[in-house]
C-alpha cells in the first residue's frame, strides 16, 4: 500500500509560478511510476507530467516548457513545478503513483486568476 499526501495549490495570477509536492508513504520501494494528473471544471482528468523510477519525465503538450517534474525515489517525493501559469491551468491537481496498484492522493486545487 501507498498513500500520497499532496501539497502547494493555492490562487495565482497569470503569468505567475507555483510548486505542488506529493509524499509517498509505505511501501514507496515498489513504485514504478509518479506523477500528476489534473482535472478542471467540467473537464476529463488528464495526465500532465509523469516520471519513472529511472527514466526521463513525461509531460502533456500543455506544459512542456512551463511545467517541470522531478522526483526522489529515495524519500518518496514527487515535486511539480509550474511557471508561467494560464487560466486554463485551473484544476485540482492529483499526484499518483504506480506499483503493481494505482494509487491517488486527495488532489489539490490550483486556480489561476485575472
Known amino acids: 500500500q501507498v498513500h500520497l499526501v499532496e501539497s502547494g495549490g493555492g490562487l495565482v495570477q497569470p503569468g505567475g509560478s507555483l510548486r505542488l509536492s506529493c509524499a509517498a508513504s509505505g511501501s514507496i520501494d515498489s513504485i514504478h511510476i509518479m506523477g500528476w494528473y489534473r482535472q478542471g471544471p467540467g473537464k476529463q482528468r488528464e495526465l500532465v507530467a509523469r516520471?519513472?523510477?529511472?527514466?526521463?519525465?513525461n509531460y502533456a503538450d500543455s506544459v512542456k516548457g512551463r511545467f517541470t517534474v522531478s522526483r526522489d525515489n529515495a524519500k518518496g517525493t514527487v515535486t511539480l513545478q509550474m511557471n508561467s501559469l494560464k487560466p486554463e491551468d485551473t484544476a485540482v491537481y492529483y499526484c499518483?503513483?504506480?506499483?503493481?496498484?494505482?494509487?491517488w492522493g486527495q488532489g489539490t486545487q490550483v486556480t489561476v486568476f485575472s
Open positions: 499518483y503513483a504506480v506499483t503493481t496498484l494505482l494509487f
Open positions: 516520471v519513472g523510477s529511472g527514466g526521463s519525465p
